[in-house]
């Protein structure tokens, strides 16, 4: 079973700058998509990014304009590049992998404070 693993989480102040990766130990042309979600304390998991195999992208509304989901099918690796970043943006941040025929592909999370 492919796993994917989150990184690039961190401390950074309000109006800074981060770049999270997931990477695959697989081929992620396994996933039709895969998401971006985070989980901030007392709160419930939210879905933040999501990008198609074909490359097609949605955000939540609370990120669109600050933050970019991209993939790189040649190192089968996920980017959530986050601009403009702010308190609220701070939480766990998971990836997630969708098949059509097993159960999602869940990465083990990064934290993302954003704090001055």
């Known amino acids: 079973q492919v796993q994917l693993v989150e990184s690039g989480g961190g401390l950074v102040q309000p109006g800074g700058s981060l770049r999270l990766s997931c990477a695959a130990s697989?081929?992620?042309?396994?996933?039709?998509?895969m998401d971006w979600y985070r989980q901030a304390p007392g709160k419930q998991r939210e879905l933040v990014a999501t990008?198609?195999?074909?490359?097609?992208?949605n955000y939540a509304d609370s990120v669109k304009g600050r933050f970019t989901v991209s993939r790189d099918n040649a190192k089968n690796t996920v980017y959530l590049q986050m601009n403009s970043l702010k308190p609220e943006d701070t939480a766990v941040y998971y990836c997630?992998?969708?098949?059509?025929?097993?159960?999602?592909?869940w990465g083990q999370g990064t934290q993302v404070t954003v704090s001055s």
């Open positions: 990008i198609t195999s074909g490359g097609s992208t």
């Open positions: 997630k992998g969708n098949t059509f025929y097993s159960a999602p592909t």
């Open positions: 697989g081929s992620i042309s396994r996933f039709y998509d």
